[in-house]
């Protein structure tokens, strides 16, 4: 056997057992940690809200998948998840990935730190089979926060690939999801919540009866705008 074909078997070996599962794509943002007092999480588009539960005293886990599952959503649950956790549409108006941004809003008391070990997002389509997902690659370490829900978060947000990826299937996305696994936590609740790159997401379109009522001052003001003009020639 010469160099070259052993070569190709050594490359084609280490390419077999590489892993395919895993996918990082999650980054932090610029700004990292933001301000966000008086929110409150009933303001947010909270993805996932956990707390630690049943002995569980430092630590954490869970996810929130298609239709709101919460099992074989990529993140084995390892503490109590709210019932403030739901899927999230794409928000209203955004059309490239890269706009999206993900916060980490962790409750500790006293400002303490908390390990954040993995936090996943999945796009979904019309099945319980994410058509895209991004993780972290490693663990990080959060040496302080700001206590309370709603008064701080660190953003994350999708690399360029992730993020060109994402925008591939975008139009197809119809729920979001999350997941996250913590050690150290203080009993929680800490949330994933979507936003954007412009701050917290609304992603509601306009009620009709809201529609109804612009388009009803609109007619009032094309009428006022008339008889003006009527006067006036008068």
Same mark, same amino acid.
């Given at each position: 056997?010469?160099?070259? %074909?052993?070569?190709?078997?050594?490359?084609? +070996?280490?390419?077999? #057992?590489?892993? =395919? !599962?895993?996918?990082? @794509?999650?980054? /932090?943002?610029?700004?990292?940690?933001?301000?966000?007092?008086?929110?409150?999480?009933?303001?947010?588009?909270?993805?996932?809200?956990?707390?630690?539960? %049943?002995?569980?005293?430092?630590?954490?886990? +869970?996810?929130?998948? #298609?239709?709101? =599952? !919460?099992?074989?959503? @990529?993140?084995? /649950?390892?503490?109590?998840?709210?019932?403030?956790?739901?899927?999230?549409?794409?928000?209203?108006?955004?059309?490239?990935?890269?706009?999206?941004?993900?916060?980490?809003?962790?409750?500790?008391?006293? +400002?303490?730190?908390?390990?954040?070990?993995?936090?996943?997002?999945?796009?979904?389509?019309?099945?319980?089979?994410?058509?895209?997902?991004?993780?972290?690659?490693?663990?990080?370490?959060?040496?302080?926060?700001?206590?309370?829900?709603?008064?701080?978060?660190?953003?994350?947000?999708?690399?360029?690939?992730?993020?060109?990826?994402?925008?591939?299937?975008?139009?197809?996305?119809?729920?979001?999801?999350?997941?996250?696994?913590?050690?150290?936590?203080?009993?929680?609740?800490?949330?994933?919540?979507?936003?954007?790159?412009?701050?917290?997401?609304?992603?509601?379109?306009?009620?009709?009866?809201?529609?109804?009522?612009?388009?009803?001052?609109?007619?009032?003001?094309?009428?006022?705008?008339?008889?003006?003009?009527?006067?006036?020639?008068?």
């Amino acid at each position: 056997m010469n160099l070259s %074909n052993l070569a190709h078997k050594v490359v084609v +070996g280490i390419c077999c #057992f590489l892993p =395919t !599962t895993a996918f990082a @794509g999650l980054i /932090q943002s610029s700004p990292f940690e933001l301000s966000m007092k008086g929110m409150g999480s009933g303001n947010l588009e909270t993805l996932i809200t956990l707390q630690t539960q %049943n002995g569980n005293v430092t630590s954490e886990a +869970g996810c929130i998948g #298609f239709d709101g =599952t !919460t099992s074989a959503c @990529g993140i084995s /649950q390892n503490g109590k998840i709210k019932n403030s956790s739901s899927m999230e549409p794409v928000p209203f108006g955004i059309t490239n990935a890269t706009d999206l941004r993900f916060i980490f809003n962790a409750s500790q008391p006293a +400002g303490s730190s908390i390990d954040l070990n993995q936090l996943q997002i999945s796009f979904y389509g019309t099945s319980a089979t994410p058509l895209f997902s991004a993780s972290l690659s490693a663990p990080i370490t959060l040496s302080s926060t700001q206590p309370g829900t709603g008064n701080s978060g660190f953003s994350f947000q999708l690399d360029s690939i992730a993020a060109a990826q994402a925008n591939a299937i975008l139009g197809s996305v119809t729920q979001i999801g999350a997941g996250l696994a913590a050690t150290r936590a203080s009993g929680g609740q800490d949330t994933v919540f979507l936003a954007t790159a412009a701050g917290p997401s609304n992603s509601a379109t306009p009620e009709p009866g809201s529609c109804a009522l612009l388009g009803a001052g609109i007619v009032a003001l094309s009428l006022l705008a008339r008889k003006v003009r009527q006067s006036s020639k008068r």
